[in-house]
């Protein structure tokens, strides 16, 4: 059974490792040269998930932020040809966002720079170790215990 103490420590090491994960990650976007912030990242990887262009609110949704958020997170891939505005074809009111080719590329080069950010950040770690520390993850991610973290 963990103590208060020992669960802040952990809280505070979570955090810890958030802040370096972030700061990595930034790095790997700047040396990337696309001008993206890790927002501006995140919502590119988000539109490849969907089968249709999706409403700005879909996003806000997903991403779990509030939707003027993603006006101005839309606004800056738009300013920068990676992204675009599109009419909802049955409901004119209605403003879709997808990505341009621009953006396709932006993503391919952003997924190498997530892989060597990552690869920065797991470096320390053996295989074993990574797939511990997956199942650990999923587990806090999920909010039950998987199958992999139980045995820990």
């Given at each position: ?30 040396q ?28 806000a949704e ?16 738009e ?9 909802d ?19 391919r ?21 990574r ?22």
């Amino acid at each position: 059974m963990s103590t208060p103490d020992a669960d802040g420590l952990l809280a505070e090491q979570l955090l810890r490792l958030t802040r370096r994960v972030h700061r990595i990650q930034k790095r790997h976007l700047e040396q990337c040269g696309l001008g993206i912030t890790p927002a501006q990242s995140r919502l590119l990887r988000t539109l490849v998930h969907y089968s249709s262009p999706p409403r700005m609110a879909d996003l806000a949704e997903r991403l779990e932020v509030v939707p003027r958020a993603v006006t101005t997170l839309v606004d800056g891939l738009e300013a920068s040809g990676q992204a675009r505005r599109v009419p909802d074809p049955t409901n004119r009111r209605v403003i879709r966002i997808e990505l341009t080719d621009a953006g396709r590329r932006a993503l391919r080069e952003l997924r190498s720079a997530r892989r060597a950010a990552a690869e920065d950040i797991l470096a320390p770690l053996s295989g074993e170790q990574r797939e511990m520390l997956a199942g650990l993850l999923s587990a806090l991610i999920d909010g039950a215990p998987h199958a992999e973290a139980r045995g820990c």
